[in-house]
C-alpha cells in the first residue's frame, strides 16, 4: 500500500514527463534539446521579478468571461422573439446562438460571412429596443469576425478563378478565322427571341 505522499511524487513525475519526449528514452536527449530550442520564449512576473520562460506553443486561449452571460441573454432574448413575426427574420444570430453553444467562438468565426453581417444586423435590431453591456459586445465582437470571413471568401474566390483561368486559351486570329468560327456556331446556338420593335 503507497503513502500519500509517494502517491504524489508519482503523480509529480507523470506530470514532469515532456509531452514531446520519444518513446525511446535513450535517443531522447538531443529530441529534447532540439523541442527546447524551437519553443517561443516568453516573459512571466514571479515575485515581483520578471523571468524568461519557455512557452507552451498549444496553450489554450483564455475563457471569455463573457460568454456565459452573453450566451444566456442571447437565448433569453430569442426565445421571446420566437412565436412572434420576428423569429424567421431572426435566424442568422439564431445560427450565432447555436455556434456559440456548441464550440464557442471559433464555431462562430467559421460561419459564412453573409450570416454574420446579417447576424450583426439582426443583434443591433434588439440591442434598439432594449440596449444592454451584452449585445454591445456581441457587435463588437462580431464585427470583425465578420471582416474575416470575408476576406477568407474572397481569396478562395480569387483561388477558383485563376485556376478557372487556366484553362482559357486565348489566340490571335485573322477576320477569316474568325468568320468560319462564327459560322460554326449558327448551328449550336439557339437563336434569340426578336428584340421588341422600339417605334411602336
Same mark, same amino acid.
Given at each position: 500500500?503507497?503513502?500519500?505522499?509517494?502517491?504524489?511524487?508519482?503523480?509529480?513525475? %507523470?506530470? %514532469?514527463? +515532456?509531452?514531446r519526449a520519444p518513446a525511446d528514452a535513450s535517443a531522447g536527449?538531443?529530441?529534447? !534539446? $532540439?523541442?527546447? !530550442?524551437? #519553443?517561443p520564449i516568453g516573459l512571466q512576473r514571479r515575485d515581483g521579478r520578471l523571468h524568461v520562460v519557455l512557452v507552451d506553443r498549444r496553450r489554450p486561449e483564455p475563457p471569455d468571461p463573457w460568454l456565459a452571460p452573453l450566451q444566456a441573454e442571447l437565448n433569453e432574448r430569442l426565445l421571446a422573439q420566437q412565436f412572434g413575426p420576428t423569429a424567421q427574420a431572426m435566424r442568422h444570430l439564431c445560427f450565432v446562438h447555436d455556434a456559440l453553444q456548441s464550440k464557442g467562438w471559433p464555431a462562430v468565426s467559421?460561419?459564412?460571412?453573409?450570416?454574420?453581417?446579417? &447576424?450583426?444586423?439582426?443583434a443591433e435590431m434588439l440591442a434598439g429596443d432594449e440596449p444592454s453591456p451584452g449585445l454591445? #459586445?456581441?457587435?463588437?465582437?462580431?464585427?470583425? =469576425?465578420?471582416?474575416?470571413? %470575408? +476576406? $477568407? +471568401?474572397?481569396? &478562395?474566390?480569387?483561388?477558383?478563378?485563376?485556376?478557372?483561368?487556366?484553362?482559357?486559351?486565348?489566340?490571335?486570329?485573322?477576320?477569316?478565322?474568325?468568320?468560319? *468560327?462564327? $459560322?460554326?456556331?449558327?448551328?449550336? *446556338?439557339?437563336? @434569340?427571341? @426578336?428584340?421588341?420593335? =422600339?417605334?411602336?
Open positions: 500500500m503507497s503513502t500519500p505522499s509517494q502517491t504524489r511524487k508519482r503523480t509529480h513525475k %507523470a506530470l %514532469a514527463k +515532456e509531452r536527449s538531443i529530441h529534447k !534539446l $532540439r523541442g527546447l !530550442l524551437a #519553443r467559421s460561419l459564412p460571412a453573409h450570416v454574420l453581417g446579417r &447576424a450583426i444586423v439582426q454591445k #459586445r456581441l457587435v463588437e465582437r462580431l464585427r470583425p =469576425l465578420q471582416l474575416a470571413a %470575408a +476576406e $477568407r +471568401e474572397e481569396r &478562395a474566390a480569387r483561388s477558383r478563378d485563376l485556376v478557372a483561368g487556366e484553362q482559357i486559351e486565348v489566340s490571335e486570329a485573322t477576320h477569316e478565322e474568325f468568320d468560319a *468560327v462564327e $459560322r460554326s456556331w449558327v448551328g449550336r *446556338v439557339p437563336p @434569340e427571341s @426578336e428584340p421588341p420593335d =422600339l417605334d411602336a
